[in-house]
């Protein structure tokens, strides 16, 4: 694909006991803006915002622990190595050692998840913060019913004792991968490049990220909602202005008020809309993405 991380530079990171992979690029005089993955993917998901915003933003764009090229290591029986705050800790130490104090801060899905975590735990750090197409964990699992089960099954799949779930999903992984991707009002594949699709089936398709993507939800059903509880027990709110986005034909929209929800955890300003997409917004709606990242973060 032309353009694909044009003059981006691939690093990787020793941070905390693992292995954090990122790729670097855009104006390095420019603010820094890191862009966080969801599940199933990888950083490559950001490619063609990438391209979009290089010359308004210093970007760096890592895989999260258990994603991509970073670590894979085995969950710890309290699924504490994977927990929100780990993964926050791990992108602090990269941007330690890039020298970078303060940044913005945009995750989608599971990364948006991190990006709250580490909004909350670092406040001098995050300048801005755009979450996409999610709720705060707290509330969404709060939220449980039949219709949220069924549409979030995986939530409560993936966060079955192992091996039960990673023996089920490693029976056909790019089944499970591609179902995935096509999923939550996305409309199929169609959103995703060839070789970002190849990407992800590489980065997938193997025991140990199979493994660690289900830790990535056990730390989520436990651990998390601790950190969570006890955050807002102790009235800790995200410090900075927050821009919330999610797709008018996804599962957020249908059951959620999330722009109300995140009101309620932001002590900044609070602003967001739905975007005429399913889940995958950075794929599916690049150029409107970046207009509004570049908008709010600028």
Same mark, same amino acid.
């Given at each position: ?19 954090? /992979? ?12 890191? @862009? ?125 004792? /192992? ?61 998390? @909602? ?18 919330? @986005? ?44 970046? /207009? ?7």
């Amino acid at each position: 694909m032309t353009g694909w991380f044009k003059d981006f530079e691939e690093r990787r990171f020793a941070v905390n006991g693992a292995e954090i /992979a990122a790729r670097l690029g855009g104006d390095r005089d420019k603010p820094a803006l890191m @862009l966080l993955h969801g599940f199933p993917q990888t950083h490559a998901m950001w490619h063609r915002v990438a391209q979009l915003l290089r010359h308004d933003f210093f970007l760096i764009l890592p895989d999260l622990r258990g994603y991509g090229d970073s670590s894979h290591a085995p969950g710890l029986p309290d699924h504490s190595n994977y927990s929100k705050r780990a993964l926050a800790q791990d992108l602090i130490a990269v941007m330690d050692t890039l020298g970078i104090a303060a940044f913005a801060l945009c995750g989608h899905d599971r990364g948006g998840r991190v990006a709250h975590r580490l909004a909350l735990d670092h406040p001098a750090r995050v300048r801005r913060l755009c979450v996409i197409d999610i709720a705060p964990t707290l509330d969404m699992y709060a939220r449980t019913d039949f219709d949220f089960a069924r549409a979030y099954y995986h939530w409560f799949h993936l966060i079955q004792p /192992a091996p039960l779930p990673e023996l089920m999903i490693g029976g056909n992984p790019r089944a499970y991968l591609h179902a995935k991707l096509g999923g939550w009002g996305s409309g199929g594949l169609g959103h995703i490049e060839p070789r970002a699709l190849a990407e992800y089936e590489r980065c997938f398709c193997r025991d140990e990220a199979i493994h660690t993507a289900c830790e990535d939800y056990r730390a989520s059903a436990g651990i998390d @909602l601790e950190h969570d509880r006890e955050s807002r027990a102790r009235g800790h709110k995200i410090a900075c202005d927050t821009l919330v @986005l999610w797709g008018e034909h996804g599962v957020v929209q249908r059951l959620f008020e999330p722009l109300a929800l995140w009101q309620a955890q932001c002590a900044g300003a609070v602003t967001g809309w739905a975007m005429p997409a399913g889940h995958f917004i950075p794929e599916q709606l690049p150029d409107e993405t970046s /207009a509004a990242l570049r908008a709010f973060m600028d």
